[in-house]
């Protein structure tokens, strides 16, 4: 808990300032996922946006930006629905068959 008065602003200005970028990054992430559910024009203009304004303040690094604005542009123009998030499949290292030894 906070005593001296200085700390006390901080803290207040620090959950402020959590909750507006808690807000930022759900509304980036739910516009990218509705944007590659349905690529039209508007929507692409609406998610280079965001992006462009997550790369500003840092939430994204600029190659990430790049690389997704490339990757809007590319669903808008082939026209597919792609999912929006893709989960790494686990892969199982498959640990060779011991052999008998025979004598």
């Not at 509705?34 to 203009?45: A, H, I, N």
């Not at 462009?52 to 990757?71: C, E, M, P, Q, T």
């Not at 123009?77 to 011991?98: L, Q, R, Y």
């Amino acid at each position: 808990m906070p005593i001296s008065l200085s700390a006390k602003k901080s803290q207040r200005k620090s959950l402020k300032n959590y909750k507006e970028n808690v807000l930022f990054k759900n509304k980036v992430k739910l516009t990218i996922k509705k944007f590659l559910t349905k690529p039209t024009p508007e929507g692409l203009k609406e998610a280079y946006s965001l992006v462009d304004k997550a790369v500003k303040s840092g939430l994204y690094h600029f190659n990430k930006g790049s690389r997704l604005k490339a990757k809007f542009a590319k669903q808008l123009k082939s026209g597919k629905a792609a999912v929006a998030i893709t989960k790494t499949k686990k892969t199982v290292k498959k640990t060779p068959a011991k052999r008998k030894v025979v004598k």
